[in-house]
């Protein structure tokens, strides 16, 4: 019997680059099928409250409302180490001097740890690529950036005034959790246990064949350069994409038991991933 898996991720240059086995069927799928969902980070967290797909790209902020839908898988992560989202603006100053901030979405990760690193300020919720634009145009004082942002937001005349992912680093010696990808838990064991070997191996072979992976990933890169495209793909999958391991395991925990005790999120409890 065929059964087919939802697979919902964001259309950008890392996620089409760890999902290009799957996409391009390089790797053996043992009779499942994949059909790619593909939307930005913020639609996907509000589909994950729903529990609409069967695997889901996730913001690691956003597993604390969708906590008894699912599981976090051990690969797939977007975790930062020593970098991450940052806040830039068109003047330097003190990050706490910025009152009024565009976010990509309250439920993105990056949202959490920037209400963790600077908790009094007003957000301006706005599409992810609409941010760096509305900040070197003067509507908005300054702005979160994720994904590609972070690379390019000088070519606009802008300063990094915070860089969260140093900051979380240097307070907690750990990874700053981004994104995860999450498991339906309805799902049989022995089909969630298949699903995880089949990411993981698309990861495995795109970081095997990185330039013929790469060559797909530009197609999402939204007009990125080959290198910095290229750049950007090493920051967001890598070795910690393969397998969080206990580091990246432990920094989720953190980062939500910091959101918990600071009120910014509901109770989490057990994490349970799925390797």
């Not at 259309?11 to 999902?19: I, N």
């Not at 690969?75 to 009024?100: C, D, Q, W």
């Not at 095997?208 to 910095?228: I, K, T």
């Amino acid at each position: 019997m065929s059964i087919t898996i939802r697979l919902a991720h964001s259309p950008d240059a890392d996620d089409a680059f760890m999902f290009y086995g799957l996409a391009k069927g390089k790797i053996d799928t043992q009779g499942l099928e994949y059909e790619h969902i593909l939307k930005d980070i913020q639609t996907l967290n509000e589909w994950a409250k729903e529990g609409r797909m069967e695997v889901t790209a996730l913001s690691a902020h956003a597993y604390a409302y969708v906590k008894d839908k699912y599981a976090i898988l051990t690969h797939g992560g977007s975790i930062g180490k020593n970098y991450g989202p940052m806040v830039v603006a068109k003047e330097e100053r003190p990050l706490e001097t910025f009152k009024r901030i565009a976010v990509p979405g309250k439920m993105t990760s990056a949202y959490l740890a920037l209400k963790l690193r600077h908790p009094d300020f007003t957000e301006v919720v706005m599409d992810f690529d609409a941010i760096q634009p509305a900040v070197a145009r003067g509507e908005v004082e300054a702005g979160l950036l994720i994904h590609e942002g972070q690379l390019t937001y000088q070519k606009d005349g802008l300063k990094c005034v915070g860089e969260l992912g140093v900051w979380w680093f240097d307070r907690t010696s750990l990874p700053l959790p981004m994104g995860v990808n999450g498991i339906r838990r309805d799902l049989p064991e022995a089909i969630k246990k298949i699903v995880s070997s089949h990411l993981k191996a698309s990861i495995q072979y795109s970081l095997a064949h990185r330039e013929e992976a790469l060559d797909y990933a530009l197609a999402f890169g939204r007009g990125l350069p080959r290198d910095v495209a290229d750049r950007f793909v090493g920051m967001w999958v890598n070795d910690r994409t393969v397998d969080m391991g206990e580091e990246g395991k432990k920094a989720i925990r953190l980062f939500l038991a910091e959101g918990e005790s600071r009120k910014l999120i509901p109770p989490v409890g057990e994490i349970e991933f799925v390797a």
